[in-house]
């Protein structure tokens, strides 16, 4: 199984972007995908989640702000990221839920 998360970048406070991760060897749509990030010096975490029904759960730290979907047909899980804040600076990362692939991330950067 391969994980590849992508589109992250340097962003001003305020701002938005999307991250996109594909994969293979694993059909999105029959796992529990969640994102999850790495800040600077803390563990990895579970930020965002979406069940095989497409139900989403999110930390309160990104509620109303963060948002995650799935194409299945791309086998891509989305996360779109909305007024974002130095707060959301770190390495972000997709996998299933509880994670058991860890792929390369990608890394946000919010800063002015």
């Known amino acids: 199984v391969q994980l590849q998360a992508s589109g992250g970048g340097l962003v001003q406070p305020g701002g938005s972007l999307r991250l996109a991760c594909t994969g293979s060897?694993?059909?999105?749509?029959?796992?529990?995908m969640g994102w999850y990030r790495q800040a600077p010096g803390k563990q990895r975490i579970l930020i965002a989640g979406i069940t095989i029904g497409g139900n989403t759960n999110y930390v309160d730290s990104v509620k109303g702000r963060f948002t995650i979907s799935r194409d299945n047909a791309k086998n891509t899980v989305y996360l779109q990221m909305n007024n974002l804040t130095q707060d959301d600076t770190a390495v972000y990362y997709c996998?299933?839920?509880?994670?058991?692939?860890w792929g390369q991330g990608t890394l946000v950067t919010v800063s002015s």
């Open positions: 060897g694993i059909i999105f749509s029959r796992n529990f």
């Open positions: 996998n299933p839920v509880p994670a058991r692939f």
